[in-house]
C-alpha cells in the first residue's frame, strides 16, 4: 500500500490533467480520452518498472510484452475502432509526453527519497529501544563516526 497508493494517486492526476488538458483545448473527446489512456499506459508501466527492479529476464519480458500490445492496439485500425481510440495532433500527444515525464519526474524523485529515508539513522526507524531515544542516538552516533573514521582513514601506499 505504502507504494500503491501515492502512484495510483499519481498517475490518476496526471490522468486527469490530460484529460481535463485536453478537452480545454477543444479537442474531440475520443482523443482526449486517447490522451488519459496514453498517459495511464505510460505513467503505469513506468511504476511497474520501478517496482520491478531488479529487472530480470522474465520482468522485462513483462513489461516489454505489455507496451507491445498497447502499441499494436494503437496501430491496428480494428483493435482501434474497438477500444475507441484515436489519436490526436501532435502538440497534443506533445503535452501528453510532457505531462508522462513530470509525473515519472515526481515518482523517480519520491522514491528516491523513500530510499533516502530509509538510510537515516535508527533513530528515526525504531525510537523505542531499550535505552530509549538518547540510546539509539548515541548507538547511531557511534556508528556514524567509525564509518568517518573509516573513510577518512588513510591507505597505506602499495609497493
Known amino acids: 500500500m505504502r507504494f500503491a497508493l501515492p502512484v495510483g494517486a499519481l498517475a490518476a492526476a496526471a490522468t486527469y490533467c490530460t484529460y481535463e488538458l485536453a478537452i480545454s483545448e477543444s479537442v474531440p473527446l475520443i482523443q482526449a480520452r486517447t490522451m488519459a489512456a496514453l498517459v495511464l499506459v505510460a505513467v ?62 515526481v515518482l523517480y524523485g519520491s522514491l528516491r527519497s523513500l530510499g ?8 528515526l526507524r525504531t525510537p523505542f529501544e531499550e535505552d530509549g531515544a538518547v540510546g539509539v542516538l548515541r548507538a547511531g552516533v557511534a556508528r556514524l563516526r567509525t564509518r568517518v573514521r573509516r573513510a577518512t582513514t588513510p591507505v597505506p601506499p602499495s609497493d
Open 44 to 105: 503505469g508501466l513506468f511504476a511497474l518498472i520501478m517496482n520491478s527492479r531488479p529487472i530480470s529476464p522474465g520482468r522485462r519480458l513483462l513489461i516489454a510484452a505489455m507496451g507491445a500490445i498497447f502499441l499494436l492496439i494503437l496501430l491496428l485500425p480494428s483493435w482501434r475502432r474497438f477500444y475507441e481510440l484515436e489519436l490526436p495532433s501532435l502538440v497534443m500527444i506533445l503535452a501528453a509526453v510532457g505531462i508522462v515525464g513530470l509525473t515519472g519526474a
Open 116 to 123: 533516502w529515508l530509509k538510510m537515516v539513522p535508527d533513530l
